[in-house]
């Protein structure tokens, strides 16, 4: 694995950092940062039962397993190491900004009227454990102390320092400050701790770094970049017996004026200007914003939630497509051919960065028509020799790689990968793998493919790369990185017609196999093998790079 001499760093604060984060390692899975080297993510949330938060975690703890078992190829060849920080706000003497501020200590009238200068009584007062609600003034406030206090317990105690996995990850900015960090980080622009925590975490994490280094860091070698994601989805408004139980509520509604007006402050704040080397900005059409309830509806076959969710076990939100476009921007900040030392250092005030959609039709959510290309995706351009594939085609086929394999095991093993071991072993194509292993790589192939209903329902939901087209091709007549929207739905490229189990797939096994045994039969190896030469099967047979699909009766 070649090694970079810069140490990088991700910050993925909220529900849509959670899934901005999410379409980051899947990207790791599928080899678009192997030139990177190890990363270091932190996870930040107020909600410790955020769905998405959740999702996160699982994701990047299956992630890990699998990577420490793969030693070549184009799979999982990115280290990723966790820490996560969530501020406790579940005990009565945390639970509101009141308690907090200790505004009822000294002089308790003088306290209470500088703080109403700042906030309302309402959102002085509402209980935080499901996060800040859309509050980015007080969230902003409360999430910069929060580090601050973690790390200064840190300092005066051992074991506590010993336990909080935000110091590791300070202390891991302060080492690499010899040389150079790197620190990108997610959010949204319309919501809560995502939109609270983006101004601040820059500031946050340099005082922080300062405690730790006792005063002695260098400025120099820490950048910062982040994506700001305006509003891309919405869900039902609550009703007013829900705004007069909970008092302070987000509400989608005003996701766009949100966006709006945090833009704004990017865009003129000095702080800003001086701490964030680079911004990328992603946008959405607001008539095509996905509706969250429709969609579990719809896609889910479920049913839509009977109150709004803006927290805990049920928010768990589609994965999207301009999601994948934030993790693409990560690989573009971190990435030393598309933006070397030189030009961070060169940055005196933030560089914005935009990127535009291809949107063909009158607008129109029925009729206007979305093209994305994996060129859209990755920098085109990467890499010394111009005779290698570019670095876009490779990520892209890799994908399609990844997922068809997934439809593989799903249709023809009823998701169990063991299956196919065994299979592959009429061929002399013996694996040593072992359950661990095939477990976690079993849960991470139907995340990216195809996810579980649960136990007592029948078949799968869509999986993570499925969620993301649907998400702005819902009637399924649209194109996404040159795949025909029948890919997603029920086939594969033509001759590999892989499909859900009501589909006939005996053709699509046999030209598996058939392929399998031409490239890799009596070949022996471990789990990395394995995964390999699955990847290669699939990998080869598109050398055309174009997609071809089998036309279904």
């Known amino acids: ?5 810069a140490n990088h760093f991700v910050v993925a604060a909220g529900g849509t950092g959670m899934r901005c984060l999410q379409s980051f390692v899947n990207l790791c899975a599928i080899g678009m940062f192997k030139d990177i080297g190890k990363i270091h993510i932190l996870l930040m949330d107020t909600d410790e039962e955020n769905g998405d938060k ?17 030693s070549n190829g184009g799979y999982f060849n990115c280290e990723l190491e966790l820490s996560v920080f969530v501020p406790d706000y579940s005990k009565d003497t ?234 693409a921007a990560t690989h573009h900040f971190f990435h030393p051919s598309i933006t070397d030392s030189k030009t961070l250092n060169n940055i005196n005030a933030t560089q914005f960065r935009y990127k535009s959609m291809t949107l063909a039709g009158d607008g129109k959510k029925e009729s206007s028509k979305m093209v994305f290309d994996a060129e859209d995706i990755l920098h085109k351009n990467i890499g010394p020799d111009s005779k290698e594939l570019p670095i876009h085609e490779v990520v892209r086929k890799n994908l399609i790689a990844f997922f068809a394999f997934g439809k593989l095991v799903h249709s023809e093993y009823k998701g169990n990968l063991m299956g196919l071991v065994d299979d592959l072993k009429l061929y002399n194509s013996s694996y040593e793998v072992n359950a661990e292993i095939i477990e976690s790589f079993q849960f991470f192939l139907n995340y990216f493919s195809l996810l579980p209903k649960g136990e007592s329902d029948e078949g799968f939901n869509p999986g993570w790369l499925s969620q993301a087209f649907f998400t702005f091709a819902p009637e399924g007549e649209k194109d996404f990185l040159g795949i025909k929207s029948e890919f997603f739905k029920h086939g594969l490229p033509k001759n590999w017609n892989i499909a859900y189990p009501q589909l006939d797939s005996k053709n699509s096994k046999n030209n598996f196999v058939n392929r399998f045994k031409k490239l890799h039969k009596n070949k022996t190896g471990d789990f990395s093998d394995f995964i390999e030469n699955i990847r290669t099967t699939f990998y080869d047979f598109d050398l055309d790079s174009k997609i071809i699909i089998q036309e279904q009766d």
Not at 1 to 5: L, V
Not at 54 to 70: C, D, F, G, H, P
Not at 143 to 167: C, P, W
Request: hydrophobic share 35%; with cysteine.
């Open 54 to 70: 959740r999702n996160a975690e699982n994701l990047i703890q299956s992630y890990q397993k699998i990577q420490k078992s793969v």
């Open 94 to 327: 945390r639970k509101n900004f009141i308690i907090l501020s200790q505004l009822e200590r000294g002089n308790s009238d003088t306290n209470h009227k500088l703080a109403n200068i700042f906030f309302e009584d309402i959102v002085q007062e509402f209980d935080l454990s499901h996060g800040y609600r859309a509050q980015t003034h007080l969230g902003s406030y409360l999430m910069y102390h929060a580090f601050i206090e973690e790390i200064r317990k840190s300092q005066e105690d051992t074991v506590y320092g010993n336990n909080s996995q935000l110091y590791h990850f300070i202390q891991a900015i302060a080492s690499a400050n010899n040389t150079e960090a790197r620190v990108f980080s997610f959010g949204s622009s319309f919501g809560g701790t995502g939109a609270s925590s983006i101004p601040v975490i820059p500031k946050a994490i340099t005082d922080c770094a300062k405690i730790v280094t006792a005063g002695s860091l260098n400025l120099d070698k820490i950048f910062y970049g982040g994506v700001v994601l305006s509003s891309y989805f919405k869900f039902k408004p609550p009703s007013d017996a829900e705004k007069k139980k909970k008092k302070v509520i987000a509400n989608s509604q005003f996701f766009t004026h949100n966006s709006a007006t945090a833009l704004n402050f990017y865009v003129n704040d000095f702080t800003i200007s001086k701490t964030y080397k680079r911004l990328y900005l992603l946008g959405w059409p607001t008539n095509l914003n996905v509706d969250i309830d429709d969609y579990k509806k719809e896609a889910l076959q479920g049913k839509a939630d009977e109150e709004t969710v803006t927290g805990g076990k049920a928010q768990e939100n589609p994965a999207h497509v301009l999601e994948i476009f934030s993790a």
């Open 1 to 5: 694995m070649a090694e970079t001499s």
